[in-house]
């Protein structure tokens, strides 16, 4: 068979898939905490520094200008990325934790009152529960949870059975840190814009791995991180559908994001930079930016496709085992390249630790997501997670490893 | 582009003493337009005569090119249709961009081309075609 | 006279000096706005991302450990550079201006409340104005204001008028982005505890330029950017005294900050983990402990002194321009690297096109200082600011090409 | 450091079948101790006469470090007077941060001092020291 994707060859293009731990090639499977960054994402934020670096918007000279030509064609990028239309409704945040904030600090302060219903789901990421949580404890409104059918899928029928008129918004995560499962948010939007609620789509897992279209989905808000598709930490996205993008109140508070400014009151820019408070982080942008290229240029039906393969190669070797317990839907249809699991009788930590041994990096611990922990009855698991540059030989290595995990336990 | 085009004659002319810059105190139409980000201000008048645009002034405070490019503006829409002012609105705008377009309309304003290669400033001149152009929207919204 | 700083050396460690715009050399003066950063800094980002890159805290990874350590010590540095005390004061923010806002959201929302007061200046940049209009206006509070006396400093006495029970913070810029004035932040904080007001500091312009000691300030809350002191952009700072850190709730909430979570509530992880809610921007924190060390590498005092007598020439220069308003003192005495000033009958923004011209950046408009700029009765001013790679040299071009800036008006 | 020196026998067998690990319902102190970054917890029981702990277990959930670091610490304090134990918790701290320490008296616990070399499991060896440490703190500060 072909190669869709030639991880080997992808691989370097990443100068820290070069470190060795412990004398053993790494082995780097943590990629839903946070991706590897490209040569040219490296560069990108070099070039930058080295050559355009000034505050953006204000300034009248040379390197203001070039700076903000920068900054706005990172903006403009990631709009066309996720077909967002306009680029003003692309808000740059510091990670997609603060994107959902944003949206429970103005919008849903300002329309979610005593009595009115938030619709979550129990596999979401803490970045989408507790926001909700203090606009629920605030407003005197109430949360509801999406629990999940028994092939560890949304139950999409009691979305059907929750969603009236009192619900105002469902928040949702495209695709689950933990169980991998892609979520048919269209579908979801469209039941819940039919009673009126609007529609949040934690994006995080998504957008990095897949095609996304955000007007397709037809949601309100949509929330991702740079850090997680191979851009630079400290910028997170936050997309506001364009028709709701006026009557967001402000965020933060500041600099860049006025319009007129007197002792006792002000008034504020238009959107974006109506969010964007402070000296806005354009090397996160431009960095952003050159993730972006890199993901368009491999493509991301390829990387989607890649990380299936390794995802179906992995979940059969693993399910040989039989002291390894598996999390998540059995088939692969709408399934992203994430494996929760679990060895018997040895505590996540442990496991991780044996196979950082080996050069193995997996996240080990509640990946966020208690309530899923709770739900599934486990303290933690165990978590592989897949990229481009993760390819079938590294899968075997960690399946060797995984195999001898409990003898080091005498248990065998 | 020199400094020289960028502060031409005609642009300080414009600039330092236009006919244009004065209150108009019957005024039909009275809009204001800021640039948050480096402080221009300027007021449109505009008395109108069903769709005509009878007679224009403007004040204002802010940089030559900001000031010098309402002059001209006051200049070229004095006696047109509001239709007519929203093409030149439109050239203008296309001009800064360095996109293809016919000058021959724009008249003086045509000296503020040399701008598009200001990037910083483009926003200054702009400034007081789009506050005619939120007129037009606000007359279509019927507002 | 021996130079305290070799500004010629010290160019040679940042390679964006090296851009010529329209063929002239680069004077960069607009360093208020944001600074350079040193090959060290854009190193350490480099180093960061091919070497040690990971998520930090949760996962038992050979890179994770090594992220974790390289970001705990970035703080530990920071706590060290500003004499914080214990590193858990030090809370990593995205900019100055987010650091506000954090106490805006949190604590003043849970302290402040009808009737209460409090204090601002006159002087304070957007930042520091916009976060307290928002308390004000949703707790009934009112805002106060100090004005300047006649030599454009804070008018001390009328601290001492306003000061009285009522006032339940005081908050005030350390150094002033448009005057340069180094405000005595010890007395006012000394004189607000006497009222039980808390006290915080907006050091954004101070931290960079001269030694800070936030315990010796003794102030309550402190505030300052990553990216005006060669650091990266995306990482700012907010120290909180360590008295009431535990009492100050929390603001973005998800990953990270917690302790358990349950679907309808969650406790929260004790601070600073407690206020940094997400994946947080090692990279930016790694680069900024570059940036402390390349600073400590120099000297506070000997960046502070070199400022101070390029200040003082150039104020001596300006001043034999009978076409050039200056703003600010008129001595040296506390007194930063900032020099805001106007020229007869042309716009800043003029003035600062045709300086371009001659590779010298400067900044023009309103600085996000606008009660200010109403206050001082311009429209807005240009500001020329500097930094450890600026020198005397560089002060001549920029005076020759100020004498010029009318001729282009045919004003003369 | 090797891992079969991190999961030694010593520490298997404390985390395997450790006798300490039951409730005790009569207990005097009932302290929980969390490490939320991992979701490691613990519970440690205690049983006074006066300043001496008299009796002592723990439950919990949790890694075999985490576990076996609780059970040894069990191990130590029982029989001890607080401020016996107080010193023991330094000791053991020292270990884990590779401070210059005497190990004699920490018996089994000395085969933790592995863990110094796997900085992410510190604190999951460190959960129940610390959390001993809470009884002391409240202890002394009254409550
Ligand atoms: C005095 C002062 N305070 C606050 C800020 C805000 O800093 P930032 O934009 O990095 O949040 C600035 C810089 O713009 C400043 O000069
Ligand atoms: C599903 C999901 N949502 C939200 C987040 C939060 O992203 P960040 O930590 O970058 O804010 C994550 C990553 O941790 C995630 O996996």
Redesign the pocket.
């Known amino acids: 068979m072909e190669k869709i994707i030639d991880a080997r060859k992808i691989r370097e293009d990443f100068p820290i898939l070069k470190v060795r731990p412990y004398g053993k090639s790494l082995i780097y499977f943590d990629n839903?905490?946070t991706t590897q960054k490209p040569e040219s994402v490296i560069k990108a934020i070099d070039d930058y520094y080295s050559g355009m670096n000034a505050n953006v918007y204000r300034s009248a000279h040379y390197l203001s200008g070039v700076a903000t030509n920068a900054y706005e064609e990172a903006r403009n990028r990631v709009a066309k990325f996720i077909n967002a239309g306009s680029e003003n409704t692309i808000i740059f945040t510091r990670?997609?934790?603060?994107s959902i904030n944003l949206v429970a600090y103005t919008w849903a302060m300002d329309n979610i009152n005593e009595g009115d219903e938030i619709i979550l789901t129990v596999a979401e990421?803490h970045?989408?529960i507790l926001p909700w949580q203090m606009v629920a404890d605030r407003k005197g409104a109430k949360l509801r949870y999406v629990y999940l059918n028994e092939d560890s899928r949304l139950d999409m029928a009691s979305y059907k059975d929750m969603l009236n008129s009192r619900v105002k918004l469902v928040a949702v995560?495209h695709?689950?840190?933990v169980l991998g499962i892609i979520n048919p948010v269209e579908e979801i939007t469209e039941m819940a814009h039919k009673v009126g609620a609007k529609v949040l789509i934690?994006g995080?897992?998504s957008v990095p791995h897949m095609r996304v279209d955000v007007r397709k989905i037809g949601c309100d808000f949509f929330a991702f991180?740079g850090?997680?598709m191979m851009g630079p930490m400290g910028i997170?996205i936050l997309y506001v559908k364009k028709e709701l993008l006026n009557s967001v109140p402000p965020f933060l508070r500041g600099g860049e994001m006025i319009d007129e400014v007197y002792e006792d009151r002000a008034t504020f820019a238009v959107p974006p930079l109506k969010f964007e408070a402070g000296t806005p982080n354009v090397e996160g942008a431009v960095g952003l930016s050159a993730a972006i290229e890199y993901i368009e240029g491999i493509g991301l039906d390829n990387i989607h496709s890649h990380e299936a393969e390794l995802t179906q190669y992995a979940l059969e070797k693993m399910r040989e085992i039989d002291f390894v317990d598996i999390y998540g839907p059995r088939d692969m249809r709408d399934r992203g390249g994430v494996i929760s699991f679990n060895v018997a009788d040895i505590h996540p930590h442990d496991v991780s630790t044996i196979l950082d041994q080996d050069g193995i990096a997996i996240r080990s611990g509640h990946h966020?997501a208690l309530p899923l922990m709770r739900y599934l009855d486990v303290p933690a698991t165990c978590r592989a997670s897949f990229y481009i540059y993760n390819d079938m030989d590294e899968v075997d290595v960690f399946i060797d490893s995984l195999k001898n995990v409990r003898k080091w336990f005498k248990w065998s | 582009m020199e400094l020289n085009q960028l502060y031409s004659e005609i642009i300080l002319e414009h600039y330092q003493n236009s006919p244009n810059k004065k209150k108009m105190d019957d005024a039909d139409i009275e809009e204001k337009g800021h640039n948050p980000l480096c402080g221009d201000t300027i007021t449109i008048y505009l008395k109108m005569d069903g769709d005509i645009i009878k007679d224009a002034s403007f004040t204002g405070q802010g940089c030559a090119i900001s000031q010098a490019s309402t002059s001209m503006l006051i200049d070229l829409v004095k006696g047109k249709k509001l239709d007519e002012a929203k093409k030149l609105i439109q050239e203008f705008t296309d001009m800064l961009y360095k996109r293809d377009v016919d000058l021959d309309d724009l008249g003086d304003a045509q000296a503020l081309s040399g701008v598009a290669d200001f990037p910083a400033r483009v926003k200054c001149a702009l400034l007081p075609w789009k506050t005619l152009e939120e007129v037009m929207e606000e007359k279509e919204e019927g507002k």
């Open positions: 839903a905490a990670n997609a934790t603060e990421h970045s989408n995560q695709v689950s840190n934690d995080a897992q991180s850090h997680k997170g966020c």
